[in-house]
């Protein structure tokens, strides 16, 4: 799993004056749970970008006033009309506690069913992974290689390695249907043949 570092500063004062205030410097006011108590510090927004508007998920590595911490970005508030990042919070890191992300699904290969006319249909981009940190995944491949028209890839299908997809397994990852071209062949061929 990659890992992006942020630096921040402790809060001395939490409400919503002083994060009023740390918004107008610039700065996102943050929380860090998980952990014994409590961290409230705040991060310049720039240095949120490489984790926020990205497709990836990532671990995040944050310095507070020198005291480095492993965590994972839990949730994030964005403003109603601007879209600037307002409040954002992670979740503390333990190397003997598995916790759940989303994983981003990642397609491999060359589906036969799209060269012969098919339609691919991605049902789901992201996947619920339990692990321990060591063991999540940056992504879950898909293979494409045997995917015929009418046949699809469901969470069942997928072999896992030391984590646990939790979502269930009847879900349709990726399916190839018959496109429109594709039926009006197929069609056209058996009222040739009549």
Do not use: C, W
């Not at 890191?93 to 491999?108: C, G, N, Q, S």
């Amino acid at each position: 799993m990659n890992i992006i570092a942020i630096s921040g500063s402790q809060r001395e004062n939490v409400g919503k004056r002083d994060a009023k205030q740390l918004r107008y410097e610039g700065k996102v006011p943050a929380v860090l749970y998980g952990g014994t108590s409590q961290l409230h510090f705040s991060v310049y927004s720039p240095d949120l970008k490489d984790l926020v508007y990205t497709p990836e998920v990532n671990f995040v590595e944050i310095d507070v006033d020198g005291k480095k911490t492993k965590a994972v970005l839990q949730d994030i508030q964005f403003h109603p009309l601007t879209e600037k990042i307002v409040h954002i919070d992670f979740l503390q890191l333990f190397d003997d506690k598995a916790l759940t992300m989303e994983i981003p699904v990642k397609l491999t290969g060359t589906s036969p069913g799209v060269k012969t006319g098919g339609k691919l249909v991605q049902k789901l981009r992201k996947l619920r992974v339990n692990a321990l940190p060591k063991n999540m995944p940056q992504y879950i491949e898909v293979a494409m290689e045997v995917l015929e028209v009418g046949k699809s890839v469901r969470v069942r299908d997928l072999e896992t390695k030391n984590y646990t997809i939790t979502n269930v397994p009847e879900d349709t990852i990726v399916s190839v249907t018959m496109s429109r071209a594709l039926k009006q062949a197929e069609q056209q061929a058996a009222s040739g043949k009549k």
